[in-house]
C-alpha cells in the first residue's frame, strides 16, 4: 500500500540545523510531485513549498527561502526537508505530503509528521 | 490567495446538519480541497476540485461552491467527525485557511 514515512522528533538547539525524511513506498517515487507544510503548534497549515521528484528542482513559497532545502535520494524514494540557523519559531510539526496523481493540485496522501522542537 | 475560514468554532449535536464556510481572496476556479485533522493526526483528504469526494470518505460529506466561496457540509453529524476541517485552494500555488475547529455540544 502507498505510505510515506518520516524520521522521527527532533530537538535541537536555536542555529543548529536538522534534516528530516520522508520515505515513499508503494508507488513510483519520481512519478509525482512532494510536498511540504508546516504547522506551529496550535496553529493552522502553512505550505513551504514541494520538489519535482523527476527532475529535482525545489520551489520554496516565499516564508521558506533561503534556510530551507528540499533535497532527494531518489533511488531510495526518499525526500528530504532541511532546515538550517534553527529559530525558536521553526519549532513545529512538519509534513510531507504528495497528490499521488498527475497534475493534481490536491494532498491525497500525507506522512505521519515529524515534530522539531527548538530550544536552548 | 489569501483563505478565510468561518466560523473558526462550532458546536453541533449528534444528528446535526453542519456547514462550514471558505472564502478565497479571489476567484480559485473551483480548485479547492478540504482536510480534515484530528488531534495529532495528519490531516485527511475529503474533498478536492470543490465537490468531488476522495474515495473511502463517508458519503455525509460534500463540497460545493463556486468563484470566491465554498462551503464543506456534514448531513449527520457524527461523534468522529469532531477535528479541525482546513480549506486549501490550488488556483494560484498553495494556500489554506485557517481552519474551523468542530466540536460536540
Known amino acids: 500500500q502507498i505510505q510515506l514515512v518520516q524520521s522521527g522528533p527532533e530537538l535541537k538547539k536555536p542555529g543548529e540545523s536538522v534534516k528530516i525524511s520522508c520515505k515513499a513506498s508503494?508507488?513510483?517515487?519520481?512519478?509525482?510531485?512532494m510536498h511540504w507544510v508546516k504547522q506551529a503548534p496550535g496553529k493552522g497549515l502553512k505550505w513551504m513549498g514541494w520538489i519535482n521528484t523527476y527532475t529535482g528542482k525545489p520551489t520554496y513559497a516565499d516564508d521558506f527561502k533561503g534556510r530551507f532545502v528540499f533535497s532527494l535520494e531518489a533511488s531510495a524514494s526518499t525526500a528530504n526537508l532541511q532546515i538550517s540557523n534553527l529559530k525558536n519559531e521553526d519549532t513545529a510539526t512538519y509534513f510531507c505530503?504528495?497528490?499521488?496523481?498527475?497534475?493534481?493540485?490536491?494532498?491525497?496522501?500525507w506522512g505521519q509528521g515529524t515534530l522539531v522542537t527548538v530550544s536552548s | 490567495i489569501q483563505m478565510t475560514q468561518s466560523p473558526s468554532l462550532l458546536s453541533a449535536s449528534v444528528g446535526d446538519r453542519v456547514t462550514l464556510s471558505c472564502k478565497a481572496g479571489q476567484n480559485i476556479n473551483n480548485y479547492l480541497a478540504w482536510y480534515q485533522q484530528k488531534l495529532g493526526e495528519a490531516p485527511k483528504l475529503l474533498i478536492y476540485n470543490a465537490n468531488s469526494l476522495q474515495t473511502g470518505i463517508p458519503s455525509r460529506f460534500s463540497g460545493s461552491g463556486s468563484g470566491t466561496d465554498y462551503t464543506l457540509t456534514i448531513s449527520s453529524l457524527q461523534p468522529e467527525d469532531v477535528a479541525t476541517y482546513f480549506c486549501q485552494q490550488y488556483n494560484s500555488w498553495w494556500t489554506f485557511g485557517g481552519g474551523t475547529k468542530l466540536e460536540l455540544k
Open positions: 505530503a504528495s497528490p499521488l496523481y498527475a497534475h493534481a493540485g490536491w494532498f491525497a496522501y
Open positions: 508503494g508507488y513510483t517515487f519520481t512519478d509525482y510531485a
